[in-house]
């Protein structure tokens, strides 16, 4: 009898602290809840809402060709970053738009408008692809003519109009603000120039010029750099708009944050070039080297007898400010980073590295993971189909997420759809973080 009086207690007990693990696992940690493993995780985000699908036709891919800009020295993946205006460019474009090469050098950019996709379509391969960081009406594409030729056009979308088209080189962005188009071309006669050109979005092209880098109390130009348009070679007179031709060097790095206001950094030089009356003039320019920290601040870390110093300052401006010695070291200069408002609240990437979180850690990403288990049977079934898939996507399905958007964009290999992502605390701070 007291065996089982000993049995019941127990079984009691086991009931009551089961409860007690049932009531907390509806709370979030802060409140004295218990944070749900990876796995549990997993299986929680294993159904995710299809809100697109699109067939691709055999042969056609989300890929670019020759699809690197001057200051990329790797390609990225196609599962990218967060999608941000600084990064290169990638065929998954915010939850709008996929660009796809085919056969037969072909093209399209395929736009998601309406509950229906509209194509964009081209006779020749394409090396970038682009939509306006701010309202997504503007789609600009560089195309791969042959023989060392390219094309840049800017369409408005979804009307598909072509607003203007120029003969360019392999690289084409907007300026962080989405006001103005950046794009450039190699100095043929000198490897370490390069000419740059900036046309606007909205209104009438300036007219050509060229920067004269006679800026009082500043440095001349390098010797031997061209100061009027007459002394670029055919190519580079040909390019419109006012024009700014630069020093490049393997490890070189630019920025346009605003449609005026451009940032160069080389071999251990900066320069703040700010766009006034159509020609580039220097605002001010020293020794150190930039190390941009979008889309809020540029860094700067420049020699003294000290030792090595940091100062930032705001993106408009070059108006500079010593950084605090006990704050850990930045990270190095990487289109991933992304950056908290407050300069002391830290960055991350969507790799999930981080820098100087401070007290409001965000989760770690874990959706990747459970989309690609959610998708390796369909993927499976591709790869059975088509030769081609497994040459494309040798482990699995590919997956770009766009967290900023909620989105994520999934290739199996015959299709590609956009998913909705799971609301998650993680996806509420990356907002906030970006606003």
């Given at each position: 009898m007291p065996q089982k009086r000993y049995l019941i207690a127990t079984l009691f007990i086991a009931g009551m602290l089961l409860l007690v693990a049932v009531v907390q696992a509806f709370k979030p940690p802060r409140e004295g809840g218990v944070a749900p493993d990876a796995a549990v995780l997993s299986l929680n985000l294993e159904s995710f809402e299809t809100i697109a699908d699109l067939r691709l036709e055999d042969g056609w891919a989300p890929r670019f060709t020759s699809a690197q800009d001057p200051d990329q020295w790797e390609s990225w993946p196609s599962g990218g970053g967060f999608g941000t205006a600084w990064e290169p460019a990638s065929p998954y474009m915010f939850d709008h738009a996929l660009a796809l090469n085919g056969p037969g050098g072909r093209s399209e950019v395929a736009l998601w408008h309406g509950l229906e996709w509209r194509h964009f379509r081209f006779d020749a391969p394409m090396a970038s692809a682009r939509m306006d960081p701010g309202r997504h009406n503007r789609l600009l594409v560089t195309l791969n003519l042959g023989r060392g030729r390219f094309q840049t056009k800017l369409l408005e979308v979804p009307e598909g109009r072509v607003l203007w088209a120029v003969n360019s080189g392999p690289w084409s962005r907007f300026s962080w603000d989405g006001k103005s188009v950046l794009m450039g071309l190699a100095d043929p006669t000198q490897a370490s120039r390069l000419l740059l050109t900036a046309l606007p979005v909205?209104?009438?092209?300036?007219?050509?010029?060229?920067?004269p880098w006679n800026e009082e109390g500043l440095p001349g130009a390098p010797r031997g750099f061209p100061v009027r348009l007459e002394q670029l070679w055919d190519d580079g007179k040909d390019l419109p708009g006012p024009k700014l031709l630069i020093p490049w060097r393997p490890g070189s790095q630019f920025w346009m944050p605003q449609r005026d206001r451009l940032w160069v950094s080389s071999e251990g030089v900066w320069t703040f070039w700010r766009l006034r009356e159509g020609i580039w003039q220097r605002e001010?320019?020293?020794?150190?080297?930039?190390?941009?920290?979008?889309?809020?601040r540029m860094g700067l870390v420049a020699d003294s007898q000290d030792g090595a110093l940091?100062?930032?300052s705001e993106i408009g401006t070059a108006e500079w400010e010593p950084v605090p010695a006990d704050l850990p070291p930045w990270p190095a200069y990487d289109a991933a980073w992304l950056w908290r408002k407050d300069a002391s609240q830290g960055a991350l990437t969507a790799w999930d590295l981080r820098w100087h979180e401070g007290e409001s850690p965000l989760p770690r990403e874990r959706q990747r993971s459970s989309l690609m288990?959610?998708?390796?049977?369909?993927?499976?079934?591709?790869?059975n189909l088509r030769a081609s898939v497994r040459g494309w996507l040798p482990s699995g399905p590919q997956i770009a997420l766009r967290e900023l958007n909620g989105v994520a964009w999934v290739w199996v290999g015959d299709r590609v759809l956009i998913v909705r992502l799971v609301s998650t605390e993680r996806l509420r701070k990356l907002k906030g973080a970006a606003e």
């Open positions: 909205e209104g009438d092209w300036p007219d050509s010029s060229l920067a001010a320019s020293g020794s150190g080297v930039l190390s941009a920290q979008p889309p809020w940091r100062s930032r288990g959610a998708y390796r049977a369909e993927w499976r079934a591709a790869s």
